[in-house]
Every structure is written in C-alpha cells, then in structure tokens.
C-alpha cells in the first residue's frame, strides 16, 4: 500500500543541523522527493533521488535512503532562519503520480 | 519564465453553494495536476491531466467535483455543491512531458466553506 509518514514538528538553533526523517512503505518505489513549502506558497521541489542510490548531496542538502529500512532523511546543514518551511516527503511508483507524506515544520530560531 | 498561475487565492462560500477555480499551467507544460491540501496533512492528488486528457482522477468525488482542461492549457476545478470538509488549499501543478515527480506548483486557492 501507499503510505509516507513524517514527524510532525523540528526545532533547530540557527547554523546547527536540520535532519528531517520519512519512513515510506511501498518498496516499488522508484523516486523519492523532498518538496518544501512556505507560509501561502506552494511546493517547491528541492532534491530527489533514486531508489537506488544510497545518498544524494546538493550544497548544503544531503538526502540518505535506507531502503531496507523503507527511511528517507534530509540533512540541512547550516540551517538558516530562511530554512523555515514545512517539508514534505514523496514517493513516486514507476509513473509521475506523487505521493506525499504529511509533512514536518522546520522551525528554526538565532 | 512565469510560474503557475492560480486564482482566487482566496474563496469563502456557504454550504451548497458552487465554485471554480481556476489554473494556468507554465507554458509547454503538458500534464497539469489538481491536489487537496487539508490543514496538516500532505496534498492529495485528485485529478490529473496529459494534455485535455484525464490520466488519473482516481481520488476526485465524481458527485460533486468536476474538472476540465480544454486545449490542453488552462484548467478549471468545480465544486457543485460544497461540504464544510471542502475546506482546503487547493494546488495546481504542472510539470513537462517525462520529468517523472518534478512538478511545478501554483500558490494555491484556499477555500473556506461555512
């Protein structure tokens, strides 16, 4: 079945490191998203990765798969006050439906 | 290179009453997506579009909403008549031919239903 959770909330001090962690569970997934929204604004994809890759790195964003495990995380490093969203997890299954977590809100504070 | 385009952002209505939003999809863009965004969960694809023809409206609730896209652009989403659990944001996205997840998203029209 299709179904991505997400823990609901994340509080970080300005400059630390942010991870956010998904746990999906459909093991034919091919991609996995991390989309980010901000407060009246829609998503916004920020990395993927393919289902069988282990890790993704882009600037200061690093994505592990652990597909065993069927977890997804997101590693901001130097997290900023502009970092402050709600992040959504997705997954994709051999076609360009998405399906997405119920996201976590990054708060984060100086 | 423009964005998605959505309006009204904003919409309240009473019960059993209709409505229609609208989106302009970013130019060359073939398939469109309509998703329901709940307060606190994740968007929930209702309808989605190749060009003017219907990919996947698995999730859309037939009885009371209806979605077009003629000429395969612009697209328009109805609610005839709306319940009080239509309260949502609702998303337009749109991505190219073959780009797999990478959707574009619109701002959103957030509805209110009383």
């Known amino acids: 079945g299709e179904d991505v959770e997400q823990s609901l909330f994340l509080s970080v001090r300005e400059g630390d490191s942010s991870v956010i962690n998904c746990t999906y569970t459909d093991s034919s997934s091919t991609y996995l998203y991390w989309y980010k929204q901000e407060p009246g604004a829609g998503l916004q994809l920020l990395t993927y990765?393919?289902?069988?890759?282990d890790m993704k790195q882009d600037q200061r964003l690093t994505v592990l798969l652990n597909k065993k495990d069927k977890h997804l995380s997101l590693r901001i490093a130097d997290t900023q006050t502009g970092d402050s969203a709600i992040y959504f997890c997705a997954e994709s299954i051999a076609t360009d439906k998405l399906i997405f977590g119920t996201g976590t809100r990054l708060q984060v504070f100086p | 290179e423009a964005g998605v385009a959505q309006s009204p952002r904003y919409k309240i209505i009473e019960k059993r009453q209709s409505v229609a939003f609208w989106c302009n999809p970013i130019s060359g863009h073939a398939t469109l997506y309509w998703y329901q965004q709940i307060l606190g969960q994740g968007p929930k694809l209702l309808i989605q579009f190749q060009n003017n023809g219907v990919v996947d409206d698995s999730q859309l609730p037939k009885d009371r909403f209806s979605a077009e896209r003629l000429k395969g652009v612009d697209s328009t989403l109805k609610i005839q008549p709306a319940k009080l659990e239509d309260s949502a944001v609702y998303l337009c996205a749109s991505s190219a031919q073959g780009a797999l997840g990478e959707q574009y998203f619109g701002p959103g029209t957030r509805l209110t239903v009383t």
């Open positions: 990765i393919f289902s069988n890759m």
